[in-house]
Structures are given as C-alpha cells and as structure tokens.
C-alpha cells in the first residue's frame, strides 16, 4: 500500500513537472531565429541582401556581422520591443545575437521585472547580480552590466543594461563557437599588425603605377 501511494504522489507531481519543462524555452532559439543558422537563412528571415552585411575579417575564418532594425510597418506588437538585434557569424554561421530592446518599450521596467519576463521564456535564471535594481544614475563599465543569465552546456543567454544610455539588451550565444570566433578575431589582429606595413607598401606601389598611366596617357591627349 506504501508502495502504490509513493506511486501515485509520483505520477501526480509529474503532471505539474510537464508543463514547467516545456515552458523553459531552447537557450538557442530567440523568437524566429536560432543559433547555428546559415548567413543566407537569417538574410531570408530579414529581409536584408548580403550588400548589408560586414565583413570584420576573412582569415583565419571568416567573421561577419548583421545589424537589423525591425520594420515598425512590418513588425507585430510581439516584436515591437526590439529596436535593434546584431547577428554575429563565425564562418557563416549564426553564433550570437546582440538584441538592443526599445527605450519607450521598457520604459519604467526594473531589472527585476525583464529577469520575470525572460524567467517566463528560458525558465530560472542560473546567475542574477546583486543589487538588481540600482538607480539609473550609476555608472557601468564599458561593456554594460550584467543582469541575469541563462546558461546550459552549450548556450548562454544574458540580460544586460547599457553602460551609458541604461537601455536594456539580450545576448545570445553560442560558447563552443563564441570561444572560437573569439580567438580567431585575436589571430585576426596579429595578422593585421604583421602583414600591414606590406600591404601599406603594396597599396601605394599600386597608387604610384596607377598615377603614372593616368600621367602618361594625358601628356598624349592634353591641349592647353
């Protein structure tokens, strides 16, 4: 008889346990987009071209980056609150989102309600600051200052404050593939600083030939 009733209390929590889990949202996913998603797919999603994206460097892996504002004749109420999400790609892949929320859209909300409402979403925060709530006035370093996040094994999600301007944003990312971008952009730099002074020469040897043709081909043609 004990037996069968541990059972039951059992089976009873579960049918309240399945609907918290199912609530908890995939910290890879934000609205309709998801982490590890093509350049081209995020495009479509968009609406943008490739003109717009930003190549930040092609070795030794290619870096870019996409900055979208939604368009407010486009936009749904859901999506109102965003003013503006940068996609940041490692070798065409998504691997972070940078989402900027609207000033009049979190106006008067504290940190404490966004931590509630992203609770909602990705379910318990794993990580909140200490004094959640501190006045306007404060000053943050220059990254912004840490809120709350949201982490698993492979994905972290992280609500920030701006340093200066105390906007509220969310970032999204990937830790296998932010490690890596991280420290291809730091190869990047050292490549820049060992080949520049070769390819600063290269680029006015050019503009030396370039200006010689122009010179020769107008001695030809040129009447006073």
Known sequence: MKSMRTLLLCCFASLFAVPVLHAQEDLSKYRTFALGSSLASVLKHTDQRPADVKLLHARPALSQELAWWPSPAAASSRSDAIEQIVFSFHNGELYKLSVSYDRGATEGLTASDMTKALTAKY???????LEIDSTPNDRYDATGRAIAS??????SVNLVRSAFTDIFGLVIYSKRVNAEADLATAQ?????????????????????????????KNKKVFEP
């Open 188 to 216: 990047a730099v050292l490549l820049e600083k060992q080949e520049g002074p070769q390819r600063e020469a290269e680029r006015q040897q050019k503009e030396t030939a370039d200006l010689e043709i122009a010179r020769q």
């Open 123 to 129: 379910g318990p925060p794993t990580n909140v600051a």
């Open 150 to 155: 949201w982490d698993d094994s492979q994905y």
